[in-house]
């Protein structure tokens, strides 16, 4: 899934069809779009690890710990 995601936030940033010297806007409203989808989908990941009694701090942590025992 991150993979498939990469590559279509790629696409939308990278990929515009140029007329003249301006941007289509269908496109420009595509790449809005798509920031306002991955921003959306960050807030709610956040969110529902916060309400699960996990802190960002704390899972950070727990990620390099278990980092760290995993070398």
């Known amino acids: ?7 279509l936030l790629a696409w939308l940033f990278t990929f515009s069809h140029q007329t003249g010297h301006a941007q289509q806007p269908a496109y420009v ?3 809005w779009a798509g920031v306002l989808i991955v921003a959306t ?12 009694g996990l802190p960002l701090a704390e899972l950070g942590a727990q ?5 760290h025992d995993g070398r």
């Open 29 to 31: 409203a595509i790449r």
């Open 63 to 67: 990620i390099r710990q278990e980092l």
């Open 41 to 52: 989908m960050l807030c709610y990941l956040i969110q529902q690890i916060e309400l699960r």
């Open 1 to 7: 899934g991150g993979a498939v995601t990469g590559i």
